[in-house]
């Protein structure tokens, strides 16, 4: 801001210069001799040649004492030696005149320098004296308007701030028509905003502005005034103040005037147009004053933008140098590059910083960060070591407390519990006078154990601090997560008692729709399927991705629609597994074609089916779907069909577990179209294929119906044995021999049942099946009458 003050005796003198006209007429006449020589010494004078011109006027005070000029020359000769320097000299002749020539007209302007000494000499206290007289006559409008600046000035030097207002107020008020009116606004804005007193400053401003439009000052008070405006925080009227004065600045001003634009736009978080002033100045010269608090800025933006891999790179600009802002710089990348997924990067400028400036007070907070992103990358004992400098270096830091809570975590995850519980008792400790602190420590402990999956712990520890302050600041969150404890220990019958008190003493908990999602879970879970579709629905309805901590809609509409499913109601399953294969959820599609089967519909579920082959050829669901459609086809003795699917499913799949599965669908479909040859040559392919596959015992199981059926029990008898000779060791081997004696006796072949059983018992190694052998031979002795040997077996 420009600086009216007259600081130096040369300015002073030009003050003087101008205040009085030169060749100054006297009524009373004089001798030719005194006029020459008053002429010639005010000639001097105009030229500036001071020396010269206090010697002549000197000469004529000692030669003319009784001259009428006498007061001109004195005040002149002051003048004079006020420009050489001679401030001393100069005051001495000033002083006398006030007191020789009280009545002169030039007495109000050796007043006025006379203050303007002082107060360049430092002693405010003696201006604001003869400044003050100038006052006591009638001085003219311009004089009088400039005691009352100086005298403001003084009074503001002095710190008598309201005292130095009110005398720039009477400069403005009074002589509204001076010179120094629009100069004394500008002053007392200057001395407002200086006193941190921002909307008085504006005001002042603003009525300079309007009342002294073409004043110098009142053109150039844009900048000024949207500087109060930023300071006031009314960032969107220094933005307009700015944008309407900028056409008519200068160029240093208008630089300044558009690096304040970017500031303003930075506080109102216009990111767009922040980036873009800022950018004026990065794209530019280095040299320019504003060229790095640009670069910051911009970064600042490019972060909160979520642009952090830009930001990091601009806060790197200035990470290299020393001064403040380079600190600044190098603490800030290793935030975005923390955000940015590079957290070796990042450790690397925490480090940086907390050896480099370790008084900084940002020291603390680089070794805090070093430390969680140490503990997120795994690395224990490092973020042991940076949390534990944080709390031996600065004990007295904001961070302390939390950084020992942390502390304590890198000890559990060394393994180092008693170490653990000390940090966390210190925590307590250090947040002794702060109980809710102290109950965050406690509710952590609490919830280590529980991400460490000890549930039964955890459980214990939600549940005491919980019941140690029912209405305490942790109180809804121990509750909660002592039920998501019991959940996850399948207390589950706990864990639904704790759901619903949750729910009912914290309706309005941050975690409401957690509960709802959980308690539905843990109805699903007990199979309590219609217990669980209200609540998986009143989870739906409230639910804001947005907003809501548990992002889990598409599961709790999987959880709905399969609960519907269980529950048999299959449209209300198809409605709502329909939403989530809308957005392409492929085992939705295929639980729509599953429903459409089990209520009857084959159309739609096969339409389902092949929906979700074309549509997502890479799905886990694609066997499922395809063996599906091949029973589908079954069921409904479209024969042919089946076993083009089934063949499809082997063809494609041929190493999936259904593979085997719709291996022997093929010799169903065989065997129920009357085919009996196919058909056991298909079930053979399950014993050749796929001998350690669950339906290895059901295709040999049909072998012997369908020969039985066909009258051709040798050829059983050889598949058996072949099968045996080619797999000695098979547990199937022993299957296979009590499928057949099973077949003989259900077709009532007892007689070669009997054989067969008996046989069995004796040679196989299968226990597994003897109950059942021992069985029909119990069953077949009673039948005969043979009561002892049928109760030997049925006993066994």
Known sequence: MPDFRMTSARLLFGLLLLAVPAGRIVAQPVPPDETTAYAEALRTFEDRRFGMAAERFEAFRSRFPRSVRIPDATYHEGASLLALGRDLDAVALLVGFEQEFPSHPLAFEARLALGQYYYDHGDSEEALAALAQVLDGSPPDETAARALYWMGDAAVELERIDEGLAYYSRAAEEYPATETAPRALYARAFALVSAHRYEEGAETLELLAARYTQSDLARNVGLALAEVYYELGDYNRAVAEIRRRLPSLVREVKERAEFLLAESYNQLRDSENAISAYRRFTEGSEESP???????????????????????????????????????????????????????????????????????????????????????????????????????????????????????????????????????????????????????????????????????????????????????????????????????????????????????????????????????????????????????????????????SVPYRADAELRLADSYFALKDYANAVRVYGRLAADGDDYALYQIGQAYANAADPFEAIASFRRLLEEFPGSEWREEARYSLGYLFFLNEDYEQAVTEYRALIRDYGSHPLAAKAQYGIGDAYFNAGDLDRAIAEYRAVLERYPRSPFAVDAAGSIQVALVAAGDEARATAIIDSFAAAHPESPLVDELRFRRAEVRYRSGQTDQALDDLLTFVRTARNEELLPEAYYYLGVIYAGRGRAREAATYLGQ
């Open 290 to 548: 504003y060229y790095r608090r640009a670069v910051f800025g911009l970064a600042w933006n490019y972060y909160h933008q979520g642009a952090h891999q830009w930001a990091h790179e601009q806060f790197a600009r200035l990470a290299g140098g020393d001064d403040d802002l380079a600190k600044e710089a190098l603490y800030y990348e290793g935030v975005n590059l923390v955000l940015s997924a590079r957290p070796v990067d990042a450790a690397d400028r925490f480090t940086r910083f907390a050896d480099r400036y370790p008084d900084h007070e940002l020291a603390p907070h680089a070794l805090f960060e070093l430390g969680v992103v140490q503990y997120g990358s795994r690395q224990w004992e490092a973020a042991n070591a940076s949390f534990g400098r944080l709390v031996a270096e600065y004990p007295e830091s904001d961070l302390t407390g939390e950084a020992l809570t942390h502390l304590g975590n890198t000890h559990i995850a060394l393994g180092d519990f008693d170490a653990a519980l000390s940090a966390f008792d210190r925590a307590i400790d250090f947040e002794a006078g702060d109980p809710i602190r102290r109950d965050e420590v406690r509710f952590q402990k609490a919830w280590l154990l529980y991400r460490s999956e000890n549930y039964g712990a955890a459980e214990d520890a939600f549940v005491s601090l919980y019941n140690t302050d029912r209405s305490g600041s942790q109180a809804e969150e121990s509750l909660f997560w002592s039920a998501e404890s019991a959940f996850q220990a399948d207390r589950l019958s706990v864990a639904g008692e704790r759901f619903r008190a949750y729910m009912r003493d914290f309706p309005a908990g941050q975690h409401m729709d957690a509960a709802h999602y959980a308690l539905g879970w843990t109805y699903f879970r007990q199979e309590r399927y219609e217990l669980a579709v209200p609540e998986f629905q009143r989870f739906l309805s409230a639910y804001r991705e947005r907003t809501e």
